[in-house]
């Protein structure tokens, strides 16, 4: 295993205002294998960004717009992300570190 591919593996984004992070391609949920969601239900790929499953405080989900497009699983491990800000950036972090932050001792 190569270092890019371990960093690729364990990077992942905090979400907060979700504008820049991509659904069905960044790594954003914490709990999921590769932080990643699966093909949606009905393969939709229309939604681009996670800001767009916020409800219109941005504080929250859409919970309706979620069980649309993900399975029970995906739309429960969504759910678990708090904190959602949309006065705030996303943070790119590390996720085998409390922090969030890298350190080579976290990858060996």
Same mark, same amino acid.
């Given at each position: 295993m190569t270092v890019q591919?371990? #960093?690729q593996r364990g990077i992942r984004f905090e979400v907060k205002d979700g504008k820049p992070i991509k659904v069905w391609e960044d790594p954003w949920v914490p709990t999921l294998p590769n932080f990643r969601l699966k093909? &949606? %239900?009905g393969g939709c790929r229309n939604l681009m960004k996670v800001s767009e %499953? #916020?409800?219109n405080t941005g504080r929250g989900w859409n919970h309706d717009l979620l069980q649309t %497009?993900?399975?029970s699983q995906e739309v429960g491990e969504i759910r678990k992300i708090k904190n %959602?800000? &949309?006065l705030s950036r996303d943070i790119v972090c590390w996720n085998w570190?409390?922090?969030g932050e890298f350190s080579v001792a976290s990858v060996v």
């Open positions: 591919s371990t #960093m093909t &949606p %239900l %499953l #916020m409800d %497009l993900f399975n %959602l800000d &949309p570190d409390a922090k």
